[in-house]
């Protein structure tokens, strides 16, 4: 565990009267063996008040980046690493209040093991003396992979809500398995989530989607939605998505009904389009209850999407890609375009084409758990490699005129950018040479005949 410790964490250490601890994940994971990609969360606590660790750090050559004496926390900063500090306490909560009511300090460290969230998470590392401290049994939980609450499940949970995606969120990424009683604890307490505020949801749900990235665990995505869905709390974040659940598809497409041909898309799809594979479909739910049928739902699914997007504050870029890979990922679907039709939207939105193909991949193979290539992807792959083999213009910049060349051709400047779109698709379909001329030419004649 030493090996682990930026010597200046050691020397923290060294620096304080009373013994200072590391915490939580870097002592779980130590203990199960599980190496996270990227940086480690650095969670240290001690009997110490905030202003000694505080003072201590900044001799020593720590950034202090924030101090709240009324938790006796400290965000600290050196040599690249990020590290919170908090005193020994314990918390006082009202039922459905993400924060404390009340915090009362302590030496007690089996005191501060139960204001914590589970017993994997409560192992502490005494760094001065190099012995782990395991005040409520935390490391024989690490060692059979389970998680329970660090007191009774329905207390806990109900203390604070967030705590809910937490445990869906750790058990996805390490492999854990919740035990029964946690499981039962989070169903009592799932509508609590809906005081958590939705940047935090919204954290939380995105590091589910890429669970498998933090220690490897294969389709850990999948299972950290599946336990969101088994305590109830997916139908409260998602329920447009939710509305899904029991509702069949025809049977000779799909071997699983519209939610869980949505989970395993989210399964099978790469991490940088995992929202658009789990909402692909979301406009289902909503057409076949409004409509009786699942036709057109991309149109709603799109819809919907921005407006799930909008209430958990997911970032523009995100929102944007999202919703226009959900409107998209219907199109040639049966692979019955023609080429001049695919070669057209190809060069309309080659902006998303790579990221398409892979949601159309993931959506193919959620449907019966078949991993070969989707024929539709085949088809688009071999069009647009035939389509770069013939030099064909992709983009606007490619196209051997420019807006000023239509202006002085006679092209009015409010049309300038439509007809430079009009001009792709055709070079994308040979219907004109991509030559200057010839481009202004067919422009012109377009324009004459409307």
């Not at 992979?145 to 329905?154: E, F, G, H, P």
């Not at 909008?310 to 998209?328: A, D, F, G, I, N």
């Not at 939207?345 to 959506?363: E, T």
Request: net charge neutral.
């Amino acid at each position: 565990m030493m090996n682990l410790l930026p010597q200046k964490l050691i020397s923290l250490a060294g620096a304080l009267k009373k013994p200072l601890y590391a915490v939580g994940g870097v002592c779980r994971d130590f203990l199960a063996g599980l190496t996270p990609a990227g940086r480690r969360d650095w969670d240290i606590c001690s009997p110490e008040s905030a202003g000694e660790v505080a003072a201590a750090a900044e001799e020593l050559g720590f950034s202090v980046t924030a101090v709240y004496k009324n938790t006796g926390t400290v965000r600290l900063t050196c040599e690249g690493e990020d590290y919170e500090f908090t005193t020994f306490r314990t918390d006082k909560y009202v039922r459905g209040v993400h924060s404390p009511a009340e915090v009362f300090f302590t030496e007690d460290i089996r005191l501060d093991a139960l204001r914590r969230d589970f017993k994997c998470n409560a192992v502490y590392y005494d760094i001065r003396t190099q012995k782990f401290v395991d005040p409520l049994g935390g490391i024989a939980e690490i060692e059979s992979r389970t998680i329970s609450t660090v007191s009774d499940a329905n207390k806990v949970f109900g203390e604070d809500g967030l705590r809910l995606v937490r445990l869906c969120r750790i058990a996805a990424q390490t492999g854990f398995t919740p035990t029964e009683e946690c499981i039962e604890g989070a169903i009592a307490n799932c509508a609590l989530i809906d005081d958590i505020a939705a940047e935090r949801v919204w954290e939380e749900l995105n590091a589910i989607l890429h669970a498998d990235i933090k220690y490897g665990v294969a389709q850990a995505q999948y299972e950290g939605l599946k336990l969101l869905k088994k305590i109830g709390v997916l139908a409260r974040i998602l329920p447009e998505l939710a509305l899904g659940d029991g509702m069949e598809q025809r049977k000779d497409f799909h071997a699983h009904d519209v939610l869980e041909h949505s989970l395993r898309c989210a399964a099978y799809a790469p991490p940088e389009i995992r929202l658009a594979a789990l909402l692909h479909d979301v406009g289902k739910p909503y057409c076949k209850i409004n409509f009786g049928r699942f036709a057109r739902h991309e149109d709603e699914g799109a819809r919907i999407a921005e407006d799930i997007c909008r209430r958990l504050r997911v970032s523009k870029r995100q929102t944007e890609l999202t919703c226009t890979l959900v409107r998209l990922h219907m199109y040639d679907l049966s692979g019955e375009a023609s080429e001049n039709k695919v070669r057209k939207f190809i060069v309309a939105h080659l902006d998303v084409l790579d990221k398409l193909l892979l949601l159309k991949q993931a959506d193919f193979s959620a449907c019966k758990d078949d991993l070969s290539t989707a024929p539709c992807v085949v088809k688009w792959q071999k069009i647009y490699a035939k389509m770069i083999d013939e030099g064909v213009p992709l983009t606007k910049k490619q196209l051997a005129v420019r807006g000023d060349d239509l202006i002085n051709a006679g092209i009015s400047p409010v049309q300038t950018a439509k007809t430079l779109d009009f001009l792709l698709g055709e070079c994308a379909i040979g219907n004109v040479r991509n030559q200057k001329d010839a481009l202004i030419r067919f422009a012109l004649a377009r324009r004459i005949q409307g």
